[in-house]
């Protein structure tokens, strides 16, 4: 048995009206709302087939029928190869951009906004540090023996660390040692410094290796000691309005799930298996695909986020497996191109 024509339009036809309806699709309701020339009768060996083929299934003993992860996961393949306009600019997006500040607030506006606009949840990563490119470093006098070490990185991002010297520097001499610091260090990415580096750059400096050392040391150790990746989420409770988790079992589950920050990394910054896809830089897990049993009643959406033409973040969507996936997926791109456009341009 295969999936021809007919079966295919019937089966979009089923996931058209329970993504509008949440309720189970007889052949009646196909037949009387979709112009598919065809009788309910002929509609009903269709969808017969359809459950043989595990694109559909009955839940419980209702007469209609829903998709399956398998009717979801062929749905979404047809969508991500279809051809559609350029990703345009989005009104809320571009005002957003328009304010100035740190990145990281940047992004929690996003996701609020995007969770918002969407009614799902939306969740996003900040820059890995890693990777990002040093761009300048400014140390401050704070007050005796006590330097205050800023370093920005591409994307505009902005890391403080307060340094204990054994003596005491003026702002000129401090402005001396930034000059020798971005010298040596623009431009490279964060986890270029290593010790060698470190020992070059403070023989470099001469009779000031101390704070130069110092600053490089805070660095690395906070490269290679500390995943400082933070997660934004929100939109949770949008969740709760949803049909499907209108249990409060499956409610308070998928709630917990997502208030585990350490779980929703994993989720962002994990590779996808082999049965996740990737196409034009969005990859899609649906229902059971998740690993986590929690969250089987739920896709997940989600694209990387690029600084100088490197993967530095991912942003996505979680919703309910019958979720507006073209929708979902036209905002995720928008936003995308805008955020980068952003980043890149700072």
Known sequence: MELNERKLKILEAIISNYLDTAEPVGSRTISKNYDL??????????????????FIMQPHTSAGRIPSDKGYRLYVD?????????????????????????????????????????????????????KCKIKNIQLIELEAQKVLAVIVTDGNMANNYVLEINEDMDQPMLNKLSFILNNQLHGLDVEEINLPLIEKIKAFAGNQDEIIGKVLEVVFQAVHNNDDTQIYTSGAINMLRLPEFS???????????????????????????????????????IGSENNN???????????????????????????????????????LKCLIKEIEKRMNDS
């Open 293 to 331: 049993e929690n969250m089987k009643d739920c896709s997940l959406i989600t694209t990387t986020y690029h600084i100088g033409g490197k993967p530095l973040g991912v942003i996505g969507l979680i919703g309910p497996r019958r979720m507006d996936y073209q929708s979902a997926i036209f905002s």
């Open 78 to 130: 047809m969508i991500l190869s279809a051809k559609y306009d350029s990703p345009k600019h989005l009104s809320y997006v571009e005002a957003l951009l328009s304010k100035a500040g740190r990145i990281e607030t940047l992004l929690q506006d996003i996701v609020a906004v995007l969770a918002k606009e969407t009614n799902l949840t939306a969740i996003v990563s900040t820059p890995q540090y890693s």
């Open 247 to 285: 249990d409060l079992e499956k409610a308070t589950s998928i709630m917990e799930t997502l208030d585990k920050k350490d779980y929703i990394r994993q989720l962002l910054l994990n590779d996808f298996d082999g049965e996740s896809i990737e196409t034009d830089g969005v990859k899609i897990k």
């Open 37 to 54: 020339g065809i009788s309910p009768a002929t509609i009903r060996n269709e969808m017969s087939d359809l459950e043989e083929l595990g």
